[in-house]
T-cell receptor, first 115, second 113 residues
Framework: DTGVSQDPRHKITKRGQNVTFRCDPI?????LYWYRQTLGQGPEFLTY????????KSRLLSDRFSAERPKGSFSTLEIQRTEQGDSAMYLC?????????????FGPGTRLTVL | KQEVTQIPAALSVPEGENLVLNCSFT??????LQWFRQDPGKGLTSLLL?????REQTSGRLNASLDKSSGRSTLYIAASQPGDSATYLC????????????FGQGTRLTINP
C-alpha cells in the first residue's frame, strides 16, 4: 500500500489551455474525492465517486471542469480553457466504504499555476 | 450549511509548551471529525479521526476531543517540538451522501526552539 498518488505534482500552463490531472487511490478504496485548496484557505469539496459513478458535484465545479473514474480505479480531473482563478492546489482523497470510520486519506496534491 | 471555524489563525509558542487548537462547527449532525497536518506546499496528513459516537482520540502526544452538543473540537499537543510546526486543519464530515469533508481555514503553528 503506497498511499494516494497524484500526477503531476506541479503544472504551469497558459490561460486558455486544457490540463488534466490524475489520481490513483489506495487500492480497494471505492470512494474517491477531489478537493481544491487556494492559498491560505482550507480545501473545498469538488466532486465524489463511488466506484465508477460520479455521485456528487459541487457548484464550484463549473462546466469547464470534468472528472472521470473509469473502471472505478484511478480518476482524472480535466480543466478546459483554464483561467487565472483556477490556480490552486488540487487534492485527491480516497476512503473505503466498508469501514465505519470512512476516514479519508489524501494524496500530495497537484499545484496548478495559470499564467 | 455546515461551516467550520478555527481560531486562532496563527499561533507561535516556545518549544516544550502544551497547547490547544480550537475548531467549531455549526451543524452538530456530523459523521466524524478529522484533524490533519499540512506542511508548506504539501498534501494533508491525517492525524486523528473522532467518530460522532466518540468523545476523544489519542495518538502519542496528540489528543483530540469532540463535543457535538456545543459544536466544538480541540486538538491538544503535549510537549511541543519544532517539528510540530505546520498548519493544522480540522474537517467535519457531512452525514448525508458522500460524507464529504468541510474544512476550517487552519491554524498555522510555529514552535520556536
Amino acid at each position: 500500500d503506497t498511499g494516494v498518488s497524484q500526477d503531476p505534482r506541479h503544472k504551469i500552463t497558459k490561460r486558455g489551455q486544457n490540463v488534466t490531472f490524475r489520481c490513483d487511490p489506495i487500492s480497494e478504496h471505492n470512494r474517491l474525492y477531489w478537493y481544491r485548496q487556494t492559498l491560505g484557505q482550507g480545501p473545498e469539496f469538488l466532486t465524489y465517486f463511488q466506484n465508477e459513478a460520479q455521485l456528487e458535484k459541487s457548484r464550484l465545479l463549473s462546466d469547464r471542469f470534468s472528472a472521470e473514474r473509469p473502471k472505478g480505479s484511478f480518476s482524472t480531473l480535466e480543466i478546459q480553457r483554464t483561467e487565472q482563478g483556477d490556480s490552486a492546489m488540487y487534492l485527491c482523497a480516497s476512503s473505503y466504504l466498508r469501514t465505519s470510520s470512512h476516514e479519508q486519506f489524501f494524496g500530495p496534491g497537484t499545484r496548478l499555476t495559470v499564467l | 450549511k455546515q461551516e467550520v471555524t478555527q481560531i486562532p489563525a496563527a499561533l507561535s509558542v516556545p518549544e516544550g509548551e502544551n497547547l490547544v487548537l480550537n475548531c467549531s462547527f455549526t451543524d452538530s449532525a456530523i459523521y466524524n471529525l478529522q484533524w490533519f497536518r499540512q506542511d508548506p506546499g504539501k498534501g494533508l496528513t491525517s492525524l486523528l479521526l473522532i467518530q460522532s459516537s466518540q468523545r476523544e482520540q489519542t495518538s502519542g502526544r496528540l489528543n483530540a476531543s469532540l463535543d457535538k452538543s456545543s459544536g466544538r473540537s480541540t486538538l491538544y499537543i503535549a510537549a511541543s517540538q519544532p517539528g510540530d510546526s505546520a498548519t493544522y486543519l480540522c474537517a467535519a464530515s457531512i452525514i448525508q451522501g458522500a460524507q464529504k469533508l468541510v474544512f476550517g481555514q487552519g491554524t498555522r503553528l510555529t514552535i520556536n526552539p
